[in-house]
């Protein structure tokens, strides 16, 4: 019996997904849609048809990599704040271990040319963001700017120290998330030094 063909729906997300694959091994900017049409099977004109130009390609591929990421590590909600940031943020780093390509390209997107890919990881990055600001508030922390401003730094800051603490050094697991912790909390208290006794134990 011959395979069945697939529907554009799915030979679109099979594009996509090969492209999220080859992240593996190639950054974004080295995606190439002869490449993947090549993995494929199909004709590069079916890439026109379904994303318009190589950058409507890899704003598929980013915003794919970017929902798979949130997806796992989305919080849970049953832990309470403290437990959930750390779980939260072992989950990363096991993400990072096991697709340190589409991390890294995920992150890097930010400095792409393409200004649709850089608002698809900008809108990762405010996820993640509130993500921690729930934790922060749960804590007793009261919003403000210089606090929002603060967690989105630390969220770069996070990011890089994946980069360089999973992909290049190999860092413990629990030893780098101790780490994220702390310096959390270090800039919380930073901001809101009243906090500084209900969080010391987190920080030391």
């Known amino acids: 019996m011959g395979r069945s063909r697939l529907t554009s729906d ?9 492209g999220v694959a080859a992240l593996a091994d190639r950054p974004l900017e080295a995606l190439t849609t002869e490449y993947v049409a090549r993995e494929a099977g199909v004709s590069r004109g079916l890439f026109a048809y379904y994303f318009g130009s190589r950058d409507g390609f890899h704003r598929e591929v980013v915003r794919t990599a970017g929902d798979a990421l949130l997806h796992a590590t989305e919080p849970n909600a049953e832990l309470g704040p403290v437990d959930r940031l750390r779980d939260t943020l072992t989950r990363i780093v096991e993400f990072v271990e096991e697709h340190e390509g589409t991390f890294f390209s995920l992150v890097r997107g930010a400095a792409s040319g393409d200004a ?3 608002e698809i990881v900008e809108g ?3 996820v993640e963001s509130e993500r921690v600001m729930a934790v922060v508030a749960e804590l007793g922390c ?5 606090l929002r401003t603060s967690v989105r730094s630390w969220v770069a800051f996070a990011e890089q120290m994946l980069i360089d603490g999973v992909i290049t050094h190999r860092m413990e697991k629990l ?24 969080l010391s134990g987190f920080i030391h």
């Open 10 to 18: 799915e030979r679109r997300a099979q594009l996509i997904a090969l």
């Open 116 to 118: 649709e890919v850089r």
């Open 124 to 126: 990762v990055r405010v």
């Open 142 to 146: 009261p919003d403000s700017t210089l």
């Open 175 to 198: 030893a780098l998330v101790d780490f994220l912790v702390r310096s959390l909390f270090s800039i919380v208290v930073t901001v809101e030094p009243e906090q500084s006794s209900a």
